[in-house]
Nanobody
């Protein structure tokens, strides 16, 4: 069983930056992709970014390309999301997820493990 814990959320002004981190409790030989999703009030959960086990493949939703960067450290079992040029529309609860395979995916149903989420609020 993998437990994921996010940190780094908070309140930031538009144009600012935040780094979200996600730590996995389990250290094993299983190789799985990691992803970040977000859910704004009244909206469905949406894909933000994902990274393969090797780190060689990364996907981003169009609205964050060029502003967000996903990275991982397999020695520490962590995945980060560095967010620059934040906009009010980035306001949401951000969730870390671990996939069921080493391949990065944009689909939420490819992820079997989820964190509790961390709030990101961007003020205008």
């Amino acid at each position: 069983q993998v437990q994921l814990v996010e940190s780094g959320g908070g309140l930031v002004q538009a144009g600012g930056s935040l780094r979200l981190s996600c730590a996995a409790s389990e250290r094993s030989n299983r190789r799985y992709a990691k992803g970040w999703f977000r859910q704004a009030p009244g909206k469905e959960r949406e894909f933000v970014a994902s990274i393969s086990w090797s780190g060689n493949t990364r996907y981003y939703t169009d609205s964050v390309k060029g502003r967000f960067t996903i990275s991982r450290d397999n020695t520490k079992n962590t995945v980060d999301l560095l967010m620059h040029s934040l906009k009010p529309e980035d306001t949401a609860v951000y969730y870390c997820a671990a996939g069921d395979s080493p391949s990065a995916s944009r689909r939420y149903y490819d992820y079997g493990y989820w964190g509790q989420g961390t709030q990101v609020t961007v003020s205008s």
